[in-house]
């Protein structure tokens, strides 16, 4: 029964994700008195790209070839022990928040190793620019599920949301806010919103995501849009569900099912209308204030440790 | 563990003490840092209050009252009349360029938690974590002191020591007592005033409210 769930869980997670960012472009579009796409656009965009032809340049290696699948398959797995509706999620023995966030750092190292591989000078900046920021970003996240983990004595996820779901909602609240911050943070960045990276532009001076994947068409690039969508769900049901543990399933009866994924569902979207609504009003960072940015939560990230450990002693 | 209500609420007023003055450090801007004063200030004044409703000790309403209308309204007040009169552009000099003095802040914040890690001579009445929060306010308040050019920032910084000295005292002996405290604020109050008027007057003699002119010897 559980590996059933745990099962629809995935399904959900991989199935659900595009639409996250049609929802995000729709509050933009609405805000710039646009139509915006319909939510049948992001798939259809995705199948196409699927069918296309792919054009590959003559010089790239097998990296070129192998980084699709292996980012793709690295963060279906990370969407295998991430919790979403239910408590507990299909690896989640296996796999604790370690394993998560180098599980992405893993994909996030091979898509900067094929944005070497072609030679391209787009390419090289792109995977420069990226792996500065996430090796500012990573320390922040970790400090922050440390300082969470800290208060809960383990380091899995279940166990995490477990203990902050026994726990009265103010008091959460309270004890969280600064990691949230923190986590929110990098959930921007992490996910190639605004303030950090503009995922609607191709303009040379500002790209960081998208300039890593220019040289890629057709099938791979499909793979690599999905890939980087449930990214960013995952990071979102991570903020949804470690911060706001209210709503998860317990018992197995259907009715149950049905209403903790509505109450999934429903924080995700309000997370993504926050991000949304962050992406409309401010405009994006110079390159280099982003390390700025991300000082803000590593800082908050350091001081929520800091406080845990002087409540606990 | 278990949390109160109660704790939980302490434990996130002092987070967010240190939060704003870290926010007073990285501020690039001198208004802002004015803001982030009145907020730190505004924190405070709830710690006071809510040690006084906790602990039963009414007499520290009159420095909570205090700390929320004197530090969070007219100080901030009259540091943005000094502003307009002195019209010095809003951007803040500093020694140490912003991120390198957060880092060093963060540094600073480590030190004072390891510094009170383990002393048994520093009880509190109220809450244990406060002592180490004020330490490291007063340690940025320092910071503050010896980074910035301006003047005007190297009395906030001052103003930064003064709330962690409050701080302190108001929750390891519960303050001290009225007629000290009343002396206090009206130190702070002048003292603000007569640092203005200080200002007002290395802008007269040197065209600038730079400390670095004050090296300079003029004949």
Known sequence: MNMALSFFQILLIVAVAPSVSWWIKKMKATSQNRIGPTLLQVYSDLGKLFRKEMVVSERASWIFHAMPYVLFSTTLLASLIVPAFFKYSFLGFAGDVIVLIYLFAFGKFFLALAALDTGTTFGGMGSSREMTLSSLAEPALLLSFFALAYDARTLSLEGIISHFGNQSPVEVLFFTSLAFGAIFLVTIAESGRIPVDNPATHLELTMIHEAMILEYSGRYLALIEWAHQIKQFLFLSLLANVFFPWGLMNTRTFTELGLSVLVFLSKIFILAFIMGWIEIHSAKLRLFRVPDLLAIAFVLAVISLLGQLIVVR | ?219
């Open chain 2, 1 to 219: 563990m278990d949390h109160g209500f109660i704790p939980s609420l302490v434990h996130f007023l002092g987070m967010a003490l240190l939060v704003s003055s870290f926010a007073m450090i990285a501020s690039p801007q001198l208004l802002s840092c004015i803001r982030f004063y009145a907020i730190h200030s505004f924190l405070l004044a709830a710690i006071t209050f809510l040690v006084a409703h906790e602990s039963h000790v009414e007499h520290l309403m009159i420095p909570a009252v205090l700390t929320l209308v004197l530090k969070t309204v007219v100080i901030p007040q009259f540091f943005f009349w000094l502003i307009r009169r002195l019209g010095v552009h809003k951007e803040i000099d500093s020694y140490v360029n912003i991120p390198f003095s957060v880092f060093l802040s963060a540094l600073l914040v480590f030190l004072s938690f390891y510094v009170t890690w383990d002393l048994k001579v520093l009880t509190t009445v109220f809450s244990k974590e406060f002592v180490p929060i004020s330490i490291a306010t007063i340690f940025l308040g320092m910071l503050m002191m010896t980074t910035r050019k301006k003047a005007v920032t190297q009395v906030l910084g001052l103003l930064l020591i003064e709330n962690g000295l409050f701080l302190m005292a108001v929750t390891m002996t519960f303050g001290m007592p009225l007629l000290v405290e009343l002396g206090i604020f009206f130190d702070v109050l002048v003292g603000v005033i007569i640092m203005g008027i200080f200002v007002f007057k290395i802008r007269g003699a040197f065209e600038g409210i730079d400390v670095d002119e004050l090296t300079v010897l003029r004949g």
